[in-house]
């Protein structure tokens, strides 16, 4: 399985940026798609995961601006994040059958 994530960027503080990471050769139903982040010199982090059959979760820092979404049969996951933070600032991963993607940078100026 290879993740192929895209859509990081710059954007303004209050700007909104859309997140996208295709899951492809998975002859396999993947239940949990997720997206990460590390900021510098902090750890990796959970942001949201969305899981078949369960929902979605989401870090406490992120309820109510983002939203973790996903297309089965394209097997990607999408985050879309709105009111972006400084603090939102980092390079954000997705996650999915045990694999992780390479990172997306994604800047917030205040």
């Known amino acids: 399985v290879q993740l192929q994530a895209s859509g990081g960027g710059l954007v303004q503080a209050g700007g909104s940026l859309r997140l996208s990471c295709a899951a492809s050769?998975?002859?396999?139903?993947?239940?949990?798609m997720g997206w990460y982040r590390q900021a510098p010199g902090k750890q990796r982090e959970l942001v949201a995961t969305?899981?078949?059959?369960?929902?979605?979760n989401y870090a406490d820092s992120v309820k109510g601006r983002f939203t973790i979404s996903r297309d089965n049969a394209k097997n990607t996951v999408y985050l879309q994040m709105n009111s972006l933070k400084p603090e939102d600032t980092a390079v954000y991963y997705c996650n999915a059958a045990g694999r992780w993607g390479k990172g997306t940078q994604v800047t917030v100026s205040s």
């Open positions: 050769g998975a002859n396999f139903r993947i239940n949990t």
């Open positions: 969305t899981t078949i059959g369960y929902g979605t």
